[in-house]
């Protein structure tokens, strides 16, 4: 398997240095500071340069949603996908007031969408009920990291610098719970959700649905990558491979919400040191995405009580990434200035 490509801590350091002679008092950017330095380790760069996001939103059902875990029926996810090709979803948008690259991958809609403007990809038809057997085969599993590990490439070799997993599939709020839970050791109580808006019945039976799964396999001793096809979705999986490829690559990644960084935790689970190549975006309003940041060991830039998916939580962060980058590589030293540095 492919690993993450080391960091470049000279060009980080180097970065460090340029911060201690800008011109303001150190550290009064606070973690603006930080991101530039960590943008220098990633590209190898003490000056890094500007980003060039790339969005690519992974779509899949979920055949947990027989056990009536969500307040949306499946067909939902290949209505969505409609609005993705017709650039109304909210991640469309975005990408638009970013003018960033924006590629919707079919990995596991059950819908018919082959006629649509997007990549097609698909596995299979989604995923099988995680609550009774396992979500995924190996080779469906493999397949689907497959998917977004390709998706990664297109993406760099198209002159991407930072990259955003966005996801769509009715469901996938149970599966990804699902797997923190396992991943992260978290309790059920914890982790699950209201997810699409279930009411307190709903909310209930989810539970349920999730304790169900976990307890389905409590006893196995699984790899990341088993984790996956047992409790997953084939959009969870793309989204891990997407990440996987990235880090290879040695390009980051922003990581969205819940699902996002369920995906995260599988991915990391394959390969441990992923998580240097990961910065997270915000936090979700969905429960349990701390413990997910947690395992992560990841702190996000913003808390806005976003939920919605898609790549949206991430993309709404780019901005703030900018001019993190601008200041690093715009402002002034010292001795540029003409101005006196700080009394010894």
């Known amino acids: 398997m492919n690993r993450s490509k080391p960091l470049d801590l000279s060009a980080r350091n180097a970065a460090r240095a340029r911060q201690a002679i800008l011109t303001k008092p150190p550290g009064s950017l606070g973690q603006l500071e930080e991101l530039a330095c960590r943008f220098a380790a990633w590209q190898g760069r003490a000056r890094p340069d500007v980003l060039r996001p790339a969005i690519t939103v992974f779509a899949g059902d979920h055949g947990v949603t027989a056990e009536g875990v969500s307040a949306f029926p499946s ?131 989810k539970l349920r649905v999730v304790k169900t799964a976990l307890a389905r396999v409590a006893w196995e001793n699984l790899s990341g990558q088993d984790t996956l096809a047992e409790l997953g979705g084939l959009e969870i999986a793309a989204m891990a491979g997407f990440y996987l490829e990235g880090a290879h690559l040695g390009v980051p990644s922003l990581v969205d919400g819940f699902i996002a960084s369920a995906a995260a935790l599988c991915a990391k689970a394959i390969d441990p040191s992923l998580h240097e190549w990961l910065l997270a975006s915000h936090r979700s309003a969905e429960a349990g995405h701390d413990h997910a940041l947690a395992a992560l060991q990841l702190q996000p830039l913003v808390d806005l009580g976003m939920r919605l998916g898609e790549g949206s939580g991430a993309a709404v962060c780019v901005p703030l990434l900018q001019m993190a980058v601008r200041l690093h590589n715009e402002m002034a030293t010292f001795e540029e200035a003409g101005i006196s540095g700080k009394s010894a």
């Open 75 to 205: 067909a939902v996810t290949t209505e969505m996908v409609r609005n993705f090709a017709n650039g109304g979803a909210a991640i469309c948008v975005l990408a638009r007031a970013l003018d960033a690259r924006l590629e919707v991958v079919d990995v596991g809609v059950a819908g018919e969408v082959s006629a649509l403007p997007i990549v097609h990809a698909k596995v299979r038809a989604g995923s099988r009920n995680l609550a009774k057997e396992t979500a995924m085969s190996a080779e469906e599993t493999e397949a689907a990291l497959e998917a977004g590990r390709a998706a990664a490439r297109r993406a760099v070799d198209e002159g991407a610098n930072l990259l955003i997993a966005g996801d769509m599939g009715i469901g996938n709020t149970t599966a990804s719970a699902a797997l923190i839970c396992r991943l992260t050791g978290a309790s059920p109580e914890l982790v699950v959700g209201r997810g699409t808006g279930i009411d307190d019945i709903g909310l209930a039976n």
